[in-house]
């Protein structure tokens, strides 16, 4: 089967506030549990890992025993970054035995059913598949101020998320990352680790819809869409 692994464990420093973005409630509901439920609703998904911080873990889990969710969930313990929230993540996907695992940010909660199974059809061929938006503005290099050069907007994409890959490919790609002391600056992202691998990654088009909550003003935005898809 394939496992989604949710890391939940940041603590939304640009977003400010005294709760995590992730726990703030849109529509009566925190934010990763309207994350949860797309993916509880693809078929092409078989559990859910989520990974918490320590003081959050047992409040969200009652949250999560009232939701009537259809996948069996398991709640981790996450880690100082986002790598090591993954990491954590794959650990307790492994009892499932995971062919692809599909990894997605619990603050972009209007992923798509039909994107999540589409990213891991496209990884199961390839290896690894992310979601990604080509890029709109003419893009520059620029350096102290001044620009160097205008890159071929053509080959530029804007990585999202679910990005998902074979189990043991991403575990390798973890590990290595780990080893080689990765700055956290550089692990934002899994398919970089992978990248760094070798293994080809495909890219599957995205939707500017898919945004992720980042700041307040990502949040109002959010707060629209909500209305706009209930009404
Ligand atoms: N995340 C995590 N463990 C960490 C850091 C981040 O599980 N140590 C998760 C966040 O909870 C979020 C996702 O990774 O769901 C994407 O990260 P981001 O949007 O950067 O969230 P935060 O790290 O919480 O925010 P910030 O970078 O502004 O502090
Ligand atoms: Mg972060």
Known sequence: MNVAIIPAAGSG?????EVPKQFLMIAGEPILLHT????????????I?????EEAIESFGRVIDGAGLRLPVRLVIGGRERS?????GLEAARAWAPEVVAVHDAVRPFVTVEQIAAVIERAREVGG??????????????????????IDRR???RAQTPQAFRYDLLWRANEEARAAGLSSALTTDDALLVERLGAPVAIVEGSVHNLKITTPEDLLLAERLFERERG
């Open 155 to 157: 080959r530029i994409w």
């Open 84 to 88: 090591d929230s993954i990491r954590h």
């Open 36 to 47: 949860m439920r797309r993916f509880d609703r693809c078929p092409a998904i078989g559990g």
């Open 129 to 150: 598949a992310i979601l990604a938006l080509p890029a709109t503005d003419t893009i520059k290099e620029v350096d102290s101020g001044m620009i160097v050069r205008t």
């Open 49 to 53: 890992v989520v990974a918490l911080s």
């Open 13 to 17: 420093l640009r977003f400010g506030g």
